[in-house]
């Protein structure tokens, strides 16, 4: 908490910060070097298109999909066109658009869904750039092609193409071009040197940014902003002009003293900020400016890639996934340095307690008399959503809780809220889920869509979990995931098509309109709603399912059913009532193997409840190994020897066990006279491996001699013995066994050692 600001860098009246969201767990070699990259917003997956590392005319370009974290999802050979554009649809869908004007769309697995074609004209012209925008009408694609003509379609779910008018003097593609959505209607804004340009659906309207710099002799790159309402404007002059995407208001301008044209150029603008930025990127530099002349540098360390976010700008590299941001005003009044806003205030008092010391009731009567403890209050669950720490959340909301101890009419209902929002975004932000979603993004996004997002990723657990903690009603929430789920099974193994849903709708009407006999018998003759249902009573109505067998004389099921029943029960009589049961239906069903691993089973269990009432070991419920283990460590070498001859346990297994059992509790004598009992089934290698491994080469070299020839050279090398591995070795006349030992030597201490096992080398090789 004391260096929370160690990470702010001041810019105007605001503080921005870089936060570490992941250390990716992907495997790149050369990074995002000779990469198409493209992320889709709101933490959403990212897609690579990697090109071969030896060009050949067999060589294809990779395609790989990744969530936010870097684990992987899809990977495949590119067998299509050459793709010029990667883009996500705002159902997180990748688009993947080939010079040809060919739009191929994938899912996020990889799973090939539909093509399209962006007309003739691009077809014989080929595409220069193409531009991938979300709009209010869904997710759209622009392009440009070698006739210098623009093409756009505003919705691919329902596309209409659109050819835009020509613009005048453009040969080539324009300098820099963007998508804007204004008044409901999709426009593109071009630069053709130092010319602007409006193309709508009918003309071609030349436009000047008020107050753009004189010096500009072009403008080389423009970046609109998430929300379209503010657009930015790099000049080859270096200058930055920052203004309303109606080009009406200029906001400011910055000469960044570099006039290299940049890689990317994107918003970095909170939504009610009054602060406006742009993230601008070259190779090894990242530049933040806003309304002042100062701006905010950051080296770059590998390749990057900036990603536009309702709230800010991810920043992916090769090694990290990280998130630039303007530090929210709730943030920056509590961990100011020298801050005496309420929050600051309360937080110190908290600190305070927690210490028990009477400061805590200075900073608290000071609050009080200012009558702000409401506002404390506030700000620190408000605080507490812009944090991507647990603890710093944590910190955060124990404070207001003790705010909200010494006011009696506070609505608990933003606290409430907050700690299930926090709960929920720390679930989905976890490395194995990938989805590193802000407070801010999580509220706009909604829990429905979320919920969707995570469906659609297959984490059907998780949705679940967060369905049932949010109490979201049925229909919506678990049932829906549900739904998902079992025509995502049925469709993996039987091909079936989203119809399932339709299946679903109408096996969930039978079920509550029939009486039970009537619909099980209407469900033996539809397969694929019997599938979808049996799927359902998997994880929400067991007894049904039990029936379900029954009632098809499933004897191989209702055994499967009996023994995951057991595995459930607490008490022991219970649980070998099950199985029993299991038994029964695996010898109806003639599964021999079944019915007597089962009976193994509850003869281990007998076993070990005979022994924790005789001895007192909780050995209850482990497995066969696990329980030779625990005897063998407690000294109940009888007991195991039992055990061993009972289950009919491995020569080779026992010995293991019991080698690592006496060697962990350093029962030395013990495992000399197990070694002498007789011939040993694992040789004795492992004797002197088990010591080493517990730092005791005293012991290991009592069974070196007893090591096989093959083996010896390994045994002496494992106790440091460099004298007795190289005899081992010049005995054996081993060339490879003389160059391991080689290899261990010192060319300072065992100098006479190198020369007499050079020589044997040199003999060995010429034999």
């Known amino acids: 908490m004391a260096f929370i600001t160690a990470n702010w860098n001041p810019l105007g009246e605001a503080f921005y910060r870089k936060i570490e969201l992941y250390e990716m767990g992907w495997s790149l070699r050369d990074g995002l070097k000779d990469c198409l990259v493209a992320a889709a917003p709101y933490g959403g997956p990212i897609a690579l298109l990697r090109q071969p590392q030896r060009p050949s005319s067999s060589a294809r370009p990779q395609l790989e999909i990744y969530s936010s974290s870097g684990t992987n999802m899809a990977s495949f050979p590119w067998k299509s066109g050459p793709v010029r554009q990667l883009g996500w649809t705002v159902c997180d869908d990748l688009l993947c658009i080939q010079e040809d004007g060919t739009v191929l769309i994938y899912d996020l697995f990889g799973a090939f869904k539909r093509h399209f074609s962006m007309g003739n004209e691009v077809v014989q012209n080929q595409m220069l750039e193409a531009k991938v925008f979300h709009s209010p009408y869904g997710t759209g694609v622009a392009i440009v092609t070698g006739a210098s003509r623009f093409t756009l379609a505003t919705n691919i779910d329902d596309l209409k193409l659109r050819r835009l008018p020509e613009v005048p003097g453009l040969q080539g593609a324009p300098s820099c071009w963007a998508v804007l959505t204004q008044d409901r209607q999709t426009k593109v804004l071009l630069a053709n040197g130092a010319d602007l340009y409006i193309l709508d659906n009918t003309s071609c309207t030349p436009v000047t940014p008020p107050g753009l710099s004189p010096q500009a002799c072009s403008i080389v790159n423009m970046a609109v902003s998430f929300s379209y309402k503010y657009l930015a404007l790099f000049t080859d002059s270096g200058h930055l002009w920052m203004g309303s995407a109606n080009l009406k208001d ?227 929430g678990v049932s829906r995931v549900l739904k998902h789920w079992a025509c995502c099974k049925v469709r993996w193994r039987g091909g079936f098509d989203s119809t399932n849903l339709k299946f679903w709708n109408v096996v969930t009407y039978l079920k509550n309109e029939m009486n039970r006999g009537d619909f099980f018998m209407t469900l033996r003759n539809q397969p694929v709603a019997l599938s979808l249902y049996r799927q359902f009573c998997k994880h929400q109505e067991q007894d049904t399912l039990k029936d379900l067998f029954n009632q098809d004389d499933d004897h191989q099921e209702l055994g499967n059913f009996y023994v995951k029943a057991s595995y459930k029960e607490k008490k022991l009589e219970a649980r070998l009532s099950l199985l029993q049961s299991a038994v029964d239906e695996y010898n109806k069903a003639k599964n021999e193997f079944a019915a007597k691993a089962t009976e193994e089973e509850m003869k281990l269990l007998r076993f070990q409840r005979r022994l924790d009432e005789e001895k007192g070991e909780a050995l209850l419920g482990l497995s066969l190994q696990e329980t030779l283990h625990a005897l063998l460590t407690s000294n109940f070498h009888k007991q195991a020897e039992q055990l061993y001859r009972d289950f009919r346990v491995p020569d080779k297994r026992y010995w293991w066990l019991k080698l690592t059992a006496l060697a962990e509790k350093d029962d030395w004598e013990e495992m000399e006279k197990f070694a002498k009992s007789k011939k040993s089934p694992i040789g004795y290698l492992p004797f002197v491996e088990v010591c080493v491994k517990q730092h005791n080469k005293y012991e290991a070299k009592k069974y070196v001699s007893k090591v096989t020839p093959e083996q010896k050279v390994k045994a002496h090398l494992a106790i440091g013995d460099l004298e007795g591995a190289a005899e081992a070795a010049i005995d054996r006349r081993s060339e490879g066994e003389i160059s391991t030992v080689l290899s261990r030597c010192s060319p300072t201490t065992d100098r006479a050692l190198l020369e007499r096992l050079n020589r044997a080398r040199s003999t060995a090789s010429k034999k």
């Open 250 to 476: 200029k906001l400011s301008e910055v000469d960044t003293k570099v006039r290299t044209p940049p890689k990317q150029m994107v918003w970095c603008r909170r939504p009610k900020s009054q602060q406006p930025s742009v993230v601008i990127m070259w190779d090894r530099l990242l530049l933040v400016a806003g309304e002042c002349t100062d701006t905010i540098q950051y080296t770059l360390d590998e390749e990057s890639v900036c990603v536009a976010e309702l709230d800010g700008v991810r920043i992916v590299g090769g090694s990290r996934h990280e998130l630039l941001q303007e530090v929210p005003s709730a943030c920056q009044d509590i961990f100011k340095i020298a801050s005496m806003a309420p929050g600051a205030l309360l937080l110190e008092a908290h600190k305070e307690y927690d210490k028990s010391s009477q400061k805590a009731d200075e900073y608290l009567r000071e609050i009080k008399e200012q009558s702000v403890l409401g506002e404390a209050v506030r700000q620190c669950v408000e605080a507490a959503g812009y944090e991507h720490e647990p603890e710093t959340q944590k910190t955060l909301l124990r404070a207001a809780s003790f705010g909200k101890c010494f006011l009696s009419n506070y609505p608990p209902e933003p606290f409430v809220s907050m700690c299930r929002d926090l709960k929920v975004l720390n679930a989905v932000r976890d490395y194995t889920v990938g989805i590193p979603l802000t407070h801010t993004q999580y509220k706009q996004m909604t829990v429905q869509v979320l919920i969707d997002r995570l469906v659609y990723r297959k984490l059907y657990p998780l949705a679940i979990e967060i369905c049932r903690y949010l109490k979201t009603p049925e229909y919506q």
